[in-house]
Nanobody, 116 residues
Framework: QVQLVESGGGLVQPGGSLRLSCAAS????????MGWYRQAPGKQRELVAD???????NYADSVKGRFTISRDNDKNMLYLQMNSLIPEDTAVYYC??????????WGQGTQVTVSS
């Protein structure tokens, strides 16, 4: 079983920045793709960004130019740098990993609140 543990969420003012981290319990080289999803109250969970083991990152239109996803396979970590945050970014953010047989693993989530 894979464990994913997110950290770095919190309360930030509009225009501010946060960096989310996700620590994996085993080598991230085992994952074909890793990503960040978010779920706001009353809304469905949506993809924010994902990054394959080899290839280019993919972003939701709403975060392009503001968020950057990266993975460090030597440290078994996934990151999400979030800049120019807006209130609409408020949600619980989840780390996801998908292995080579398309099994999904999820973290417990970390709350991000953007408010003045």
């Amino acid at each position: 079983q894979v464990q994913l543990v997110e950290s770095g969420g919190g309360l930030v003012q509009p225009g501010g920045s946060l960096r989310l981290s996700c620590a994996a319990s085993r080598s991230t080289r085992n994952f074909r793709v890793m990503g960040w999803y978010r779920q706001a109250p009353g809304k469905q969970r949506e993809l924010v960004a994902d990054i394959p083991r080899n290839g280019r990152a993919n972003y939701a239109d709403s975060v392009k130019g503001r968020f950057t996803i990266s993975r460090d396979n030597d440290k078994n970590m996934l990151y999400l740098q979030m800049n120019s945050l807006i209130p609409e970014d408020t949600a619980v953010y989840y780390c996801n990993s998908r292995d080579w047989v398309d099994r999904d693993y999820w973290g417990q989530g970390t709350q991000v609140t953007v408010s003045s």
